[in-house]
């Protein structure tokens, strides 16, 4: 079967920094892709990592590890703005995304 | 750029109708798009994939004789819920990727609720 686990929620302070890990078990892999998704809204996406290591987009940073099944996104000082649900996912060998149940993230002042 | 639309943002109908849902890729030809549907906090289940010009594939338990999709051209796909029941009610989004293929650019979703 497919499968990817990411946490369910996470909670975080203004100013700080999160990682919101993702493992994911999938017949086929191109790359895993981040998505956020406020509440009522539609996903946007993020970032895509294809091969192993960090990539960084402002205050947002993804990294793979494919050896490992594993990525995290890391989101650094963070803002009132960043409670959404994160989303992780794999685009298999047919190009088609898989996602992970997403994880709450909550950002307190 | 990357914009991709949907229409209409919201719908109500009755038990029994059909709705069409549009999807469109405003600034570049989407050679495939996608169909999700989304229940309210769980993640989102690929429906179909869909091709220009060519027959949809759906996805394990989809129905394709309820959910009907047609890709016209490479900026358009629609989906149609035939015989709208109370649990098809749900927020629908559609991707769509360009010839790169390995981005998926979303709409803004359409949340259809069926009385």
């Known amino acids: 079967g497919q499968s990817l686990e990411q946490p369910s929620e996470v909670t975080a302070v203004e100013g700080a920094i999160v990682q919101i890990n993702c493992t994911y078990q999938t017949s086929g892999f191109y790359g895993l892709s981040w998505y956020q998704q406020h509440d009522g809204g539609a996903p946007t996406f993020l970032s895509y990592n294809a091969l192993d290591g960090l990539e960084e987009t402002g205050r947002f940073s993804s990294f793979l590890s494919r050896s490992d099944s594993y990525g995290y996104l890391l989101l650094q000082e963070l803002q009132m703005k960043d409670s959404a649900s994160y989303f992780c996912?794999?685009?298999?060998?047919?190009?088609?995304?898989?996602f992970g149940s997403g994880t709450r993230l909550l950002v307190r002042p | 750029g990357a914009v991709v639309s949907q229409h209409p943002s919201r719908v109500i109908c009755k038990s029994g109708t059909s709705v069409k849902i549009e999807c469109r890729s405003l600034d570049f030809q989407a050679t495939t798009m996608f169909w999700y549907r989304q229940f309210p906090k769980q993640s989102l289940m690929l429906m179909a994939t869909s091709n220009e010009g060519s027959k949809a594939t759906y996805e394990q338990g989809v129905e394709k004789d309820k959910f009907l999709i047609n890709h016209a051209s490479l900026t358009l796909s629609t989906l149609t819920v035939t015989s709208a029941h109370p649990e098809d009610s749900s927020f629908y989004i559609c991707?769509?990727?360009?010839?790169?293929?390995?981005?998926?650019?979303f709409g803004p979703g359409t949340r259809l609720t069926v009385l």
């Open positions: 991707s769509a990727s360009d010839q790169g293929g390995d981005t998926q650019y």
């Open positions: 996912a794999v685009m298999d060998s047919s190009y088609k995304l898989i």
